[in-house]
């Protein structure tokens, strides 16, 4: 508490208290290893998800779009960019990895981007701009324990290990998530900025979240 409270009095955006972001988005305006947005939830053992997001970036190198830690699983759900031997993007469940290669992943454009896991299958699917990746295997079996959700940097291990060569330089907005894999139309919507049910992990709308860094709150730019 005598830390939210130190906290609150330096920046005004470090609040926990969730917030609702609409027409918001988050600034990640420079390279570190330490400035990240923590987002927690309640929810604590996933038998599905589904992430959905909406970034802006110049960067060509490796970065992480969304890092998912879990104590038994640094790479317990992440989505990144990979540049090379193919370049795509990049989707991590219980610590194992796929790639989507050839999506129209192009900079100084904003992307709406979501995926969608199950542990039943293990299968994962990404979501660009309105087209799909196809369904590729990734890992089987649920997600559990004490989350800890980081935008900007990625976690190589559990709320840590953080490389600035991995972090986020642009912007993030319509940050959800939910516990299921959603239907496809509530996707499509979410693509075209019309009306979908908000997450039920994470809800932009409603958003419990800690600043550490410089990391701005400002008008979002997305286009409507
Ligand atoms: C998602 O969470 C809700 C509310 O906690 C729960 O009722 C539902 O069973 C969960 N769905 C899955 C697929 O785990």
Known sequence: MKFLLVCLALLPVCAARPQDLRYKMFTFPQETNTDRVTLTTEKQDFGAATVCLRSFT????????????????ADGL??????????????????????????????????????TWDAVSGVGQLWLDGRHSVRRYISSGHISGTIIITLGQDQDSYGGGFDAGQSLVGMLT??????????????M?????????PGNVLNWRDLEFR????????DSQFPL
């Open 174 to 187: 319509d940050v959800h998530m939910w516990n299921e894999t959603i239907p496809r139309q509530e996707i």
């Open 58 to 73: 110049d960067l060509t190198r490796t970065h992480v779009l969304f890092s998912l830690a879990t104590p038994s699983h």
């Open 189 to 197: 919507n979410f693509m075209e900025k019309k009306f979908f049910t």
């Open 78 to 115: 992440v989505l990144f960019w990979w540049p090379t031997g193919p370049a795509g993007l990049s989707l991590y469940a219980r610590n194992s990895g796929i790639r989507f290669p050839g999506l129209d992943y192009t900079v100084n454009t904003w992307h709406s981007m979501c995926f």
């Open 211 to 218: 600043v550490t860094g410089r990391v701005l709150v400002e």
